[in-house]
């Protein structure tokens, strides 16, 4: 028997050799089905003002638009037709969706590059509700950094009742005065924590303007989808409640930030807000940030209408996730270490780019890249075991360190009090050993890497493998 990953590595060579003969199989098998309704996503280049003047060369869905918020139903399939007419080979990831390991859009470990000119369908169905987002995982940095990041809702089966559904895609431009792109990374920022944007957004705004009922309880969804920042949020204008982490409700409660104790909110982390909306129409609620160690106004929310009045002890509940509990008597134990690469190796990205540096690793073992033929997993882990990962940041930089596929809960910390919400991303402070906890419960060959793209690509990434 040949496992699907040695099949798709075998056949990724050949791939490489022919020029898109594997997508186009691929491609054409899925044509074949008869799919539920669906949507396509059309990869392209895109041209919008940022600042003042429009700024080329950025990568998008539309010609001169962010990325869409997609929604989604809980439990109910979702079909996207992922067509790249953008020129340059892309992979389409669901950030924290818990989708079949066949969807989760990684390069020669679940897919083929879709090639310029290729469709790749894909098919899922998200049993958790929640904020989630997308992005490719191809030319990660290019794509990412000017501009496909997009957020994507699954909304719950049953409507819980906010008066306002609101989404703020936050993330960085690197861009000059002009609104002309500059270098998309420095390799000296690369092996530290990570290069900023010059140009901070929300939604490809410097200052997004929102608007829900006066008086009304407005559900808040904040993504942080830059390569690099992690933002220090918190809201000023109105009373709320932090309800949602990383997709889930709350089952640690998280207290309200403030300019003094803000909300951390790393590349890949979401928060939800229940925002109880000024009584007066035209008054405002400011969405804050630092930037630059300076308190920075990066979106707000105006309230318009009638008052509805409406007390945020009637802010309505989210019902929990179906995320299986781990064992934690019984759990594994397996540990890693975040920390520098031991040498300079050579990766091998295939069609989906290399930078030409190595920093970082995961157990001394940098990454080999994404189309080394026969890459090992980092951990191979029993279906539907528990485990625990003892994850160790042995550097002097911080890391949001994301696993696909699967939903944790940290546990414990010797840094920091932890707080045990259901996340797929855990940001590690320096030096920093915190343990995380999960089942084993999808199966499949789960990317596992820093989400400051800089790190993923210069060696800290690797994937598990549950069988
Ligand atoms: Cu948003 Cu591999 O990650
Ligand atoms: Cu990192």
Not at 41 to 46: E, H, T
Not at 168 to 189: H, S, V
Not at 316 to 339: K, S, Y
Not at 385 to 395: C, H, P
Request: with cysteine; net charge negative; proline share 8%.
């Amino acid at each position: 028997m040949v496992s699907r990953r040695e099949l798709l590595w075998g056949a990724g060579a050949t791939a490489l050799a022919g020029g898109g003969f594997a997508g186009g199989v691929l491609a054409a098998a899925s044509a074949q089905r008869q799919g539920p309704a669906q949507m396509t996503m059309d990869i392209q280049s895109a041209t919008a003002s940022i600042l003042d003047t429009p700024t080329t060369g950025l990568v998008s869905l539309s010609p001169d638009r962010p990325p869409p918020v997609i929604r989604l139903r809980q439990g109910e399939k979702f079909s996207a037709d992922v067509v790249n007419t953008h020129g340059e080979p892309t992979a389409m990831h669901w950030h924290g969706l818990r989708v079949p390991n066949a969807m989760d859009g990684v390069p020669y470990l679940t897919q083929y590059p879709i090639q310029s000119g290729e469709t790749f369908r894909y098919e899922f169905m998200s049993d958790d509700a929640g904020t989630y987002w997308y992005h490719p995982h191809c030319l990660t940095m290019e794509q990412m950094a000017r501009g496909l990041t997009g957020i994507l809702v699954v909304d719950e089966a049953r409507d819980p009742g906010f008066d306002a559904d609101l989404s703020l895609n936050l993330r960085d431009f690197r861009l000059n005065g002009k609104g002309e792109f500059i270098k998309l990374w420095e390799p000296r920022q690369a092996a530290r924590g990570g290069t900023l944007g010059t140009v901070m957004t929300a939604n490809w705004r410097q200052q997004e303007l929102l608007d829900a009922p006066t008086g009304g309880i407005a559900r808040l969804r904040v993504v942080a989808t830059d390569v690099t920042r992690i933002y220090r949020l918190w809201l000023e204008g109105a009373d709320g409640r932090v309800i949602a982490w990383d997709g889930h409700p709350l089952r640690t409660p998280i207290p309200w930030p403030s300019r003094e104790e803000p909300l951390l909110l790393a590349a890949g982390q979401r928060a939800e807000f229940s925002v109880a909306m000024p009584e007066t129409e035209g008054e405002e609620v400011r969405v804050m940030t630092m930037r630059a160690h300076q308190p920075h106004e990066i979106a707000k929310v105006r309230a318009v209408g009638a008052n509805l009045a409406r007390p945020l002890s009637e802010a309505p509940e989210l019902p929990a996730n179906p995320v299986p509990q781990p064992d934690l008597a019984n759990a594994q134990v397996e540990e890693f270490v975040f920390g520098w690469s031991p040498e300079d190796a050579k990766p091998n990205y295939g069609l989906c780019g290399s930078v030409g540096y190595t920093f970082w690793s995961i157990n001394r073992r940098p990454y080999e890249g994404d189309a080394t033929p026969g890459l090992a997993p980092i951990a191979t882990l029993q279906y539907g075991k528990s485990y625990i990962f003892r994850l160790r940041n042995e550097s002097p930089n911080d890391h949001p360190v994301h696993l696909h596929g699967l939903t944790f809960v940290p546990l414990r910390s010797d840094k920091k009090p932890v707080r045990s919400n259901w996340t797929d991303t855990a940001l590690l402070d320096s030096g920093e050993t915190m343990d995380i906890a999960f089942v084993a419960s999808n199966p499949g060959n789960w990317a596992f890497h820093c989400h400051i793209i800089e790190h993923q690509k210069t060696g800290l990434a690797g994937y598990i493998r549950i069988e």
